[in-house]
C-alpha cells in the first residue's frame, strides 16, 4: 500500500471518529441503558434454551459504544472495545456506565 492511500485511510479514519464522537456528544443526555438490560434478557432467554452456560462464557463486544451489551449479560469474563473508547472514559456522563 502508497503512502498516500495509507495517509488518506488514516484522514478518513479521523474524521469517522470525529463524526461519531460528536454524534455521541449529541445524545449524551438521552442516553439510556434500559434498552441493553431488556436486549440482554432476550439473549439470556434464548440461550436457556440451548446447551450454552451465559454464565461460562467469556464475550469480546468489538464497538461497543460507552457501555455495551456485554456489561448485562452475566458472562464469566466480558469485554466491550470502541475505537472511541478515549472518548468516552473523558466524558463524565459515559464513565457512570463504565
Same mark, same amino acid.
Given at each position: 500500500?502508497?503512502?498516500?492511500?495509507?495517509?488518506?485511510?488514516?484522514?478518513?479514519w479521523k474524521m469517522a471518529q470525529e463524526y461519531e464522537?460528536?454524534?455521541?456528544?449529541?445524545?449524551? /443526555? +438521552?442516553?439510556?441503558? !434500559?434498552? $441493553?438490560?431488556?436486549? =440482554?434478557?432476550?439473549?439470556?432467554?434464548?440461550?436457556?434454551?440451548?446447551?450454552? /452456560? +451465559?454464565?461460562?462464557? !467469556?464475550? $469480546?463486544?468489538?464497538? =461497543?459504544?460507552?457501555?455495551?451489551?456485554?456489561?448485562?449479560?452475566?458472562?464469566?469474563?466480558?469485554?466491550?472495545? !470502541?475505537? $472511541?473508547?478515549?472518548?468516552?472514559?473523558?466524558?463524565?456522563?459515559?464513565?457512570?456506565?463504565?
Amino acid at each position: 500500500m502508497s503512502n498516500t492511500s495509507r495517509s488518506g485511510n488514516s484522514s478518513r479514519w479521523k474524521m469517522a471518529q470525529e463524526y461519531e464522537a460528536e454524534w455521541w456528544q449529541n445524545v449524551t /443526555d +438521552i442516553y439510556d441503558t !434500559d434498552y $441493553l438490560v431488556r436486549f =440482554a434478557s432476550e439473549i439470556k432467554e434464548l440461550l436457556s434454551k440451548t446447551d450454552l /452456560d +451465559i454464565s461460562r462464557a !467469556d464475550v $469480546l463486544e468489538v464497538g =461497543a459504544g460507552p457501555v455495551g451489551i456485554v456489561s448485562y449479560l452475566g458472562c464469566r469474563r466480558r469485554v466491550a472495545s !470502541d475505537p $472511541l473508547d478515549s472518548h468516552f472514559e473523558s466524558q463524565a456522563a459515559y464513565r457512570t456506565f463504565r
